[in-house]
C-alpha cells in the first residue's frame, strides 16, 4: 500500500505506518528521553525507554483520534479502508463521503472530541493521582499533546478535520457538498502559506514563533488543500455536464439489417479505430454489439448473405446510461464496475452514441482550456 506497513488490524480496520513515521518516533524518543535522563532517579537507558514508550503513547493518542473519525464513519455504514501514521500524524481512509451534512460534520468532529476527552483523563490523572515524577511528567505531556492534536485538527481548513467541519456547514448552507469543499481547501491553502511565512521566517532567524515544522506542514496544507478543491472543482463541473456530452462523436453504430460484406467495406476495412460496433434496430434501439473479430467466423463468400444482426452473440451487450443522467455518476459507474465503455440512450430508448473514459477526459481538458482561455 504505496510502501506502507501493515502492523495490525483493529474492529476489521487494518493499520499502517508509513516509512516516516519512524523519522518522527525516533526523534520524540531521543528528544523525550534526554529531557527524562535530568531526572536524577533514572539512570542507564531507563530514560530511552520511556521516551521511547512516550512515543508508541503519543502515536496511540493519534490512533485513537482516527478512530473516533472510523467508529462514527462506520456506524454511518461506511466502510473504512485503512488508519495510516505517517510523519504529520494520521490518516482515516474511508471508502465514500457521508450522505448528509450532519453525518459528514458528525464524522469530522469526532476525531478532535477523542482528544479533548483524553486531554480530561490525562489531566484529572496527573492533578489527582500521586505519580513518580518522571510518570507525571509523561503524563502530563500526553495531556498537553491531546490537547493541542484537537485544537490544531480544529484550524478550519482542508485536510484537517476543522476543515471538514467547514465543508459540512458550507454543505448545509449551499446544499452542495462540492462547494463546501472548494470553500474549506481555499480556507486551508490560506493557512498552509501562513505556515509556510511563518516557518520560512523562523528558519531564517527572523520570527521568534514557528519552526521549520510550521514550514513543513504549511507545504503539507498547502498541496493537500489543493487536490481536495481541484478534485471538486472537477466534480462539480462532472455534475454540470451529461453522459450524452461526452459521447464519442460518429461513434461506432451499425445498423442489424447491415450485411457483413457492407459492413466490412463501410466500418472495417482500412479502419483500424473500432473493434466493436453497437447494433440498432430500425428505430435506433441498442439490440447489441459486434466485434470486427466475429467477421471471420464466417466465410468472406457468405458475407453478402449474413446480416450484422446475426453475429449478435448476448456477451456483447454493453451497459447502458441515460443521455440526461450526470457525468458524475457516470464516472462512478465506469469506476465500480470497471468497464471501459458504456452506451448512451436517451428517453425513449435510442442510442445516441458510445463513451468511454478517454472520451470525458477529453471533454473535462476542452472544458478547462475553455476556463483559462
Given at each position: 500500500m504505496n510502501g506502507n506497513i501493515r502492523v495490525g488490524n483493529l474492529f476489521g480496520i487494518p493499520f499502517y505506518v508509513s516509512p516516516s513515521w519512524f523519522i518522527v518516533l525516533g526523534i520524540v524518543t531521543l528528544t523525550y528521553g534526554g529531557q527524562l535522563a535530568l531526572f536524577p532517579q533514572l539512570s542507564g537507558i531507563t530514560p530511552w525507554i520511556l521516551g521511547l514508550i512516550t512515543a508508541l503513547l503519543l502515536f496511540a493518542s493519534v490512533i485513537a483520534h482516527e478512530l473516533g473519525h472510523s467508529l462514527v464513519a462506520i456506524s454511518q455504514k461506511i466502510g473504512v479502508k485503512s488508519i495510516t501514521l505517517f510523519i504529520f500524524g494520521g490518516l482515516a481512509s474511508l471508502?465514500?463521503?457521508?450522505?448528509?451534512?450532519?453525518?459528514?460534520?458528525?464524522?469530522?468532529?469526532?476525531?478532535?472530541?477523542?482528544?479533548?476527552?483524553l486531554f480530561g483523563l490525562f489531566t484529572i490523572i496527573g492533578v489527582n493521582v500521586s505519580l513518580p515524577l518522571p510518570i507525571a511528567a509523561i503524563v502530563s505531556l500526553l495531556a498537553s499533546i491531546?490537547?493541542?492534536?484537537?485544537?490544531?485538527?480544529?484550524?478550519?481548513?482542508?485536510?484537517?478535520?476543522?476543515?471538514?467541519?467547514?465543508?459540512?456547514?458550507?454543505?448545509?448552507?449551499?446544499?452542495?457538498?462540492?462547494?463546501?469543499?472548494?470553500?474549506?481547501?481555499?480556507?486551508?491553502?490560506?493557512?498552509?502559506?501562513?505556515?509556510?511565512?511563518?516557518?520560512?521566517?523562523?528558519?531564517?532567524?527572523?520570527?521568534?514563533?514557528?519552526?521549520?515544522?510550521?514550514?513543513?506542514?504549511?507545504?503539507?496544507?498547502?498541496?493537500?488543500?489543493?487536490?481536495?478543491?481541484?478534485?471538486?472543482q472537477i466534480q462539480e463541473t462532472m455534475n454540470g455536464l451529461t453522459a450524452e456530452d461526452a459521447v464519442i462523436p460518429n461513434s461506432p453504430i451499425v445498423n442489424q439489417d447491415l450485411n457483413l460484406r457492407s459492413f466490412a467495406n463501410d466500418y472495417v476495412i482500412g479502419q483500424?479505430?473500432?473493434?466493436?460496433?453497437?447494433?440498432?434496430?430500425?428505430?435506433?434501439?441498442?439490440?447489441?454489439?459486434?466485434?470486427?473479430?466475429?467477421?471471420?467466423?464466417?466465410?468472406?463468400?457468405d458475407w453478402t448473405k449474413i446480416l450484422v444482426k446475426e453475429l449478435i452473440q448476448p456477451n456483447q451487450v454493453l451497459t447502458t446510461v441515460r443521455s440526461n443522467q450526470t457525468l458524475l455518476e457516470v464516472v462512478k459507474l465506469l469506476e465500480q464496475q470497471r468497464i471501459p465503455q458504456l452506451a448512451v440512450v436517451n428517453e425513449n430508448g435510442i442510442v445516441v452514441g458510445l463513451l468511454e473514459k478517454a472520451s470525458v477526459i477529453n471533454l473535462l481538458q476542452q472544458k478547462a482550456l475553455l476556463k483559462t482561455a
Amino acid at each position: 500500500m504505496n510502501g506502507n506497513i501493515r502492523v495490525g488490524n483493529l474492529f476489521g480496520i487494518p493499520f499502517y505506518v508509513s516509512p516516516s513515521w519512524f523519522i518522527v518516533l525516533g526523534i520524540v524518543t531521543l528528544t523525550y528521553g534526554g529531557q527524562l535522563a535530568l531526572f536524577p532517579q533514572l539512570s542507564g537507558i531507563t530514560p530511552w525507554i520511556l521516551g521511547l514508550i512516550t512515543a508508541l503513547l503519543l502515536f496511540a493518542s493519534v490512533i485513537a483520534h482516527e478512530l473516533g473519525h472510523s467508529l462514527v464513519a462506520i456506524s454511518q455504514k461506511i466502510g473504512v479502508k485503512s488508519i495510516t501514521l505517517f510523519i504529520f500524524g494520521g490518516l482515516a481512509s474511508l471508502e465514500k463521503e457521508s450522505e448528509t451534512p450532519l453525518e459528514a460534520f458528525l464524522v469530522a468532529i469526532a476525531g478532535p472530541l477523542v482528544s479533548l476527552l483524553l486531554f480530561g483523563l490525562f489531566t484529572i490523572i496527573g492533578v489527582n493521582v500521586s505519580l513518580p515524577l518522571p510518570i507525571a511528567a509523561i503524563v502530563s505531556l500526553l495531556a498537553s499533546i491531546n490537547l493541542a492534536l484537537a485544537l490544531f485538527n480544529l484550524i478550519p481548513g482542508l485536510p484537517l478535520d476543522g476543515g471538514n467541519v467547514l465543508k459540512a456547514l458550507v454543505w448545509k448552507i449551499t446544499g452542495n457538498p462540492n462547494q463546501g469543499i472548494i470553500f474549506a481547501s481555499r480556507v486551508g491553502q490560506v493557512f498552509g502559506w501562513l505556515a509556510i511565512m511563518i516557518g520560512g521566517l523562523a528558519v531564517v532567524g527572523l520570527s521568534p514563533i514557528g519552526s521549520f515544522w510550521t514550514l513543513l506542514i504549511g507545504f503539507f496544507l498547502l498541496q493537500n488543500a489543493g487536490s481536495s478543491a481541484q478534485s471538486a472543482q472537477i466534480q462539480e463541473t462532472m455534475n454540470g455536464l451529461t453522459a450524452e456530452d461526452a459521447v464519442i462523436p460518429n461513434s461506432p453504430i451499425v445498423n442489424q439489417d447491415l450485411n457483413l460484406r457492407s459492413f466490412a467495406n463501410d466500418y472495417v476495412i482500412g479502419q483500424n479505430k473500432w473493434s466493436k460496433f453497437l447494433v440498432t434496430d430500425e428505430a435506433g434501439n441498442l439490440l447489441g454489439a459486434i466485434a470486427t473479430d466475429d467477421l471471420k467466423k464466417v466465410a468472406t463468400s457468405d458475407w453478402t448473405k449474413i446480416l450484422v444482426k446475426e453475429l449478435i452473440q448476448p456477451n456483447q451487450v454493453l451497459t447502458t446510461v441515460r443521455s440526461n443522467q450526470t457525468l458524475l455518476e457516470v464516472v462512478k459507474l465506469l469506476e465500480q464496475q470497471r468497464i471501459p465503455q458504456l452506451a448512451v440512450v436517451n428517453e425513449n430508448g435510442i442510442v445516441v452514441g458510445l463513451l468511454e473514459k478517454a472520451s470525458v477526459i477529453n471533454l473535462l481538458q476542452q472544458k478547462a482550456l475553455l476556463k483559462t482561455a
